[in-house]
T-cell receptor
Framework: GAVVSQHPSWVICKSGTSVKIECRSLDFQATTMFWYRQFPKQSLMLMATSNEGSKATYEQGVEKDKFLINHASLTLSTLTVTSAHPEDSSFYIC????????????FGPGTRLTVL | SQQGEEDPQALSIQEGENATMNCSYKTSINNLQWYRQNSGRGLVHLILIRSNEREKHSGRLRVTLDTSKKSSSLLITASRAADTASYFCATIAYNAGGTSYGKLTFGQGTILTVHP
């Protein structure tokens, strides 16, 4: 299967700081990137969808000014959690998508964010 | 909101036993996918069943689909301790024109624990 990397795998930060999470598709070009959030023992909730070179589309209830997404290239997307607060502590997972490759999607290994 | 409801939420069995997980969904689908997530990791695609299929096998996995009841089941036969993970069903959203952008909606998941 495709190789997707995320960095960092875990991060602990103080409340009020910003954290950047990188997602790379290492062996395919992702025109679309999905970012998910997963709270403990819960399912994945889609936060936003971004297409390379254009602004991200956010799901209802997700603050676009708080979760900044950049998808500047076909192999790299970043999610920045600005002014993080303890309630932002979660597991963030990216999923890059090749055009039309809907039937077997690939996911990054996730980033565990803990905000103190 | 999550489309799929999964049942049971948690399942604990002994090695060698079979594990059955169920998933229900609300909208019409083109296909239904099952994913596995090891603790603290990303998701791995297991199997896809199309809306015109009723049953599909892959190794020790057997998936059924009942579109009239909008439900699916995943059976893992002869379970192993290494099967311990969370299992999610997922469906893809299509707009009124029949176009999909690959956005997955996940069920709540079943946490499977297989004791050696």
């Amino acid at each position: 299967g495709a190789v997707v990397s995320q960095h960092p795998s875990w991060v602990i930060c103080k409340s009020g700081t910003s954290v950047k999470i990188e997602c790379r598709s290492l062996d395919f070009q992702a025109t679309t990137m999905f970012w998910y959030r997963q709270f403990p023992k819960q399912s994945l909730m889609l936060m936003a969808t971004s297409n390379e070179g254009s602004k991200a589309t956010y799901e209802q209830g997700v603050e676009k000014d708080k979760f900044l997404i950049n998808h500047a290239s076909l192999t790299l997307s970043t999610l920045t959690v600005t002014s993080a607060h303890p309630e932002d502590s979660s597991f963030y997972i990216c999923s890059p998508l090749e055009p039309g490759q809907y039937n077997e999607q690939f996911f990054g290994p996730g980033t565990r964010l803990t905000v103190l | 909101s999550q489309q799929g409801e999964e049942d049971p939420q948690a399942l604990s069995i002994q090695e060698g036993e079979n594990a059955t997980m169920n998933c229900s969904y609300k909208t019409s689908i083109n296909n239904l996918q099952w994913y596995r997530q090891n603790s603290g990791r990303g998701l791995v695609h297991l199997i896809l069943i199309r809306s015109n299929e009723r049953e599909k096998h892959s190794g020790r996995l057997r998936v059924t689909l009942d579109t009239s009841k909008k439900s699916s089941s995943l059976l893992i036969t002869a379970s192993r301790a290494a099967d311990t993970a969370s299992y999610f069903c997922a469906t893809i959203a299509y707009n009124a024109g029949g176009t999909s952008y690959g956005k997955l909606t996940f069920g709540q998941g079943t946490i499977l624990t297989v004791h050696p």
